[in-house]
């Protein structure tokens, strides 16, 4: 079964709209993490924002934020105010467990933003 | 600057030729780690290593191997390297301490052909 689900392979959204990109994930462990990851047309890796599964509050990161509902097991990631600079694929990931670095990406949204 | 440093960028090589490919941190991280990229797949995890000396297998570690005998190092080998292995690889490196971020930060990537 799939732990990390990316079910948008491409989204659209016009410059300055905000912009949700799903992501969910399946663990029975209660101790994990989430991140994502950008990764623009020029191929290098950018850490954006993670949220942790113990963490009370949606993280967010200037115009990033992760919506995390937990009952749900979604942690979807939240564009505000979008720049052409933002058209990218993005990767949500997962770790699950606290005394371990196994990291499991999903396969992706590809985010255009058209002026 | 900090940053993750992989050589070579680029490497075209022959079924069964053993190779290495670098990786180096300048940010003294605990933690490093090898993904593979690969069109439709995101990026899956090869091996990771949270201390000098302690290496774990991630999801894909066959046909590989690892080594971290200083905390800055972390070199991927392919002993007889198979034209399955032609993928895009990216070392990364994270703090486990502190306020974070947590995120990897990930290295420029090593774009590997084998013929």
């Known amino acids: 079964a799939q732990k990390i689900t990316q079910t948008q392979p491409g989204m659209f959204v016009q410059e300055k709209e905000a912009v949700t990109l799903d992501c969910t994930y399946d663990t029975s462990d209660p101790s994990y993490g989430l991140f994502w990851y950008k990764q623009p047309s020029s191929g290098e890796m950018i850490f954006l924002i993670y949220q942790g599964s113990y963490d009370q509050q949606n993280a967010t990161e200037g115009r990033y934020s992760l919506n995390f509902q937990k009952a749900r097991k979604s942690a979807n990631l939240v564009i505000s105010a979008s720049q052409l600079g933002d058209s990218a694929m993005y990767f949500c990931a997962m770790r699950e467990g606290w005394n371990t670095d196994k990291l499991i990406f999903g396969t992706g949204t590809r985010l255009q933003v058209f002026p | 600057e900090a940053q993750v440093t992989q050589n070579p960028r680029y490497l075209i090589t022959v079924t069964g030729k053993k190779l290495t490919v670098t990786c180096s941190q300048n940010?003294?991280?605990?933690?490093m780690s090898w993904y593979r990229q690969d069109p439709g797949l995101g990026l899956r995890q090869i091996y990771y290593s949270m201390n000098v000396e302690v290496t774990d297998k991630g999801d894909v570690p066959e046909g590989y191997k690892v080594s971290r005998k200083e905390k800055r190092n972390f070199p991927l080998i392919l002993e007889s390297p198979s034209p399955n292995q032609t993928s895009l690889y990216f070392c990364?490196?994270?703090?486990?301490?502190?306020?974070?971020?947590?995120?990897?930060?990930f290295g420029s990537g090593t774009r590997l052909t084998v013929v």
């Open positions: 990364a490196s994270r703090l486990t301490s502190g306020t974070g971020p947590y995120g990897y930060t």
């Open positions: 940010m003294n991280h605990e933690y």
